[in-house]
């Protein structure tokens, strides 16, 4: 879909869409519009339920005294609580709204509203971010053309003052999209198309934006002594990687000697459980496994695409976790490369144990301000936050604050649970330095995070178990159901919010 900025003026053709607040109170553009169709916005309303609540449309088919389509009339809830995020959705419901209802075009009318400080220029942006957002398919596997929900809509226009200003902030806005959609195609790929080898080729297909790739196989992790994220692969006829992405986006003379920002990414791009196999319902599901390296991956690619004044790592850790005559048991023993041994005593434990190694790879070679991890690490954190929240742990209070803050700014909530002594030592082994699970029932989640901590040392450090976001099994307003890429916006917001140069 094509997405267009005007000013305000004349009349559209195809599908229009204005706001209206809350108890139905016009905007001006609903205002206008209202009069020039002698009152039947107002009719409309008195015969529906319509009340301009957040989340509630209306639509009106071929207006009488126009050459519309048909009139979208969207709900905008009370003014005070018309905030960027809010305006997001919003594109995102009215692209839902229109995307296959016959019209090809569709013009949106974006005005000031009293009592807020939100420029329309910015209003705008928001609302083609989240369009564009919504817009998200993966057909590439539909060879045949019988799809209902294929879209009819091709450009989108937006109309407001000061559309030129809209027009450059949708530019940057879009790049990031482009990451989340990366993201999203990553996530979505089957197995047997994305493996450890294919995925580490679709990384270094950013270079072509500047970022520096680096692609280790299994002899060189085998130099470096990771032993725990090479158990991991070992049942896999497919040879594990890990990609290092670097993007240098700061200038000046000091610029090489800043300490980067890092971001490391689970990439299992299929998790049986190995020998400690899972059940075969919902199995399927296990193709999602690598969505914390996607993040990563779409991350990079947002980041170099606005040409962010940052300079980032992103970090890979790619496997594949399968059962056979080579895979890894349970009660065997590695070595990672920090030094510390684990029993595994559970071979579907498998995230903790590539991140081991990614996470002390990362921290030694770039001594980063920070390193953010992001994994579908446990069925646990599922039970305790469901697909509303993410969890973060940390060791630092001031990121965790930061990173909380970006959710909220970009609609990807997290929730902090806690780490501390008391859950490290449940991970104590008889024959090794730390067991891979805990020995109780309780706690999964804070026991997976407080065994990744043992491989970050002083650096601050947040853990985002993003199992429960990953993939929505429903339709949310800035993304069809399916692959979320919930992580890329956030982390992209941090950075522009803390971390990069004006
Ligand atoms: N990849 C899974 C976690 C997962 C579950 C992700 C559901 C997405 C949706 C992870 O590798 C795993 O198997 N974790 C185990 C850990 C247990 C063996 C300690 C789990 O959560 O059951
Ligand atoms: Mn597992
Ligand atoms: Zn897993």
Redesign the pocket.
């Known amino acids: 879909m094509k997405i267009v900025f005007s000013g305000p003026g004349s009349a559209a053709t195809g599908a229009l869409v204005v706001g209206v607040l809350e108890d139905n109170t016009l905007t001006l553009s609903a205002k206008a519009l209202d009069k020039k169709i002698n009152g039947g916005l107002r009719r409309a309303f008195k015969t529906s339920r319509f009340k301009g609540k957040v989340g509630q449309s209306l639509t009106v088919v071929t207006p009488a005294g126009t050459r519309l389509d048909r009139l979208l009339i969207v709900g905008l809830g009370k003014a005070k609580d018309v905030d960027e995020q809010a305006l997001c959705k919003l594109g995102g419901r009215i692209y839902a709204g229109l995307a296959a209802s016959g019209s090809k075009t569709a013009t949106i009318l974006v005005d000031s509203l009293d009592g807020l400080t939100l420029k329309p220029d910015h209003m705008a942006a928001a609302i083609a971010e989240g369009a564009l957002l919504r817009s998200y398919r993966f057909t590439k596997y539909q060879t045949k053309n019988e799809d209902d929900a294929k879209p009819t809509l091709t450009t989108m226009t937006i109309r407001c003052r000061g559309s030129a200003k809209a027009q450059a902030e949708f530019r940057a806005r879009d790049k990031v999209v482009q990451g989340v959609f990366m993201t999203r195609d990553l996530v979505t790929e089957p197995p047997n198309v994305i493996y450890p080898d294919s995925l580490a080729k679709r990384c270094k297909a950013l270079t072509k934006l500047g970022v520096k790739v680096e692609i280790l196989g299994e002899a060189q992790m085998k130099r470096l002594g990771m032993g725990a994220l090479l158990g991991v692969g070992q049942g896999s006829v497919r040879e594990s990687k890990l990609v290092v992405m670097r993007w240098d986006g700061k200038r000046g003379a000091k610029a090489k000697a800043d300490k980067p920002v890092c971001f490391v990414g689970k990439g ?1 791009t299929f ?1 049986t ?1 190995g020998i ?1 196999l ?1 059940p075969s319902a919902g199995m399927e ?2 193709k ?2 690598m969505g914390g390296s996607a993040v990563v991956i779409g991350l990079m690619k947002a980041l170099a695409g606005r040409k962010a004044k940052v300079n980032a790592v992103g970090v890979v850790a790619l496997a594949e ?1 399968m059962p056979g005559p080579n895979a890894q048991r349970p009660s065997d023993v590695v070595t990672s490369m920090s030094g510390q041994t684990i029993e595994v005593l ?1 071979t ?4 903790r144990l590539v991140l081991a190694d990614a996470l002390h790879y990362a921290n030694t070679r770039f001594k980063p301000q920070f390193i953010v991890d992001l994994a ?5 954190i ?1 039970v305790a936050l469901g697909s509303e929240y993410a969890g973060l742990f940390s060791n630092n209070d001031k990121l965790s604050e930061r990173l909380t803050d970006a959710g909220e700014e970009v609609g990807e909530l997290l929730w902090r649970l806690p780490q501390g002594e008391v859950y490290d030592k449940m991970l104590k082994s008889d024959i090794a330095d730390m067991k ?3 020995g109780g029932r309780g706690a ?1 989640s804070i026991t ?1 995070a407080q065994f990744l901590g043992r491989f970050i040392g002083k650096t601050p450090w947040a853990h985002l178990d993003i ?2 976001v ?2 929505d099994k429903a339709d949310t307003p800035l993304s069809p159901k399916g692959a979320t890429a919930f992580g890329v916006r956030l982390l992209n917001r941090l950075v522009a919010d803390h971390y990069e140069a004006k």
């Not at 579908?376 to 646990?380: H, V």
């Open positions: 299992i998790d459980g400690s899972k599901d296990m999602y496994d976790n559970n579907d434990a498998e995230g579908t690490l446990t069925g646990a599922v891979n699970i805990s999964g997976a199992a429960g990953t993939w």
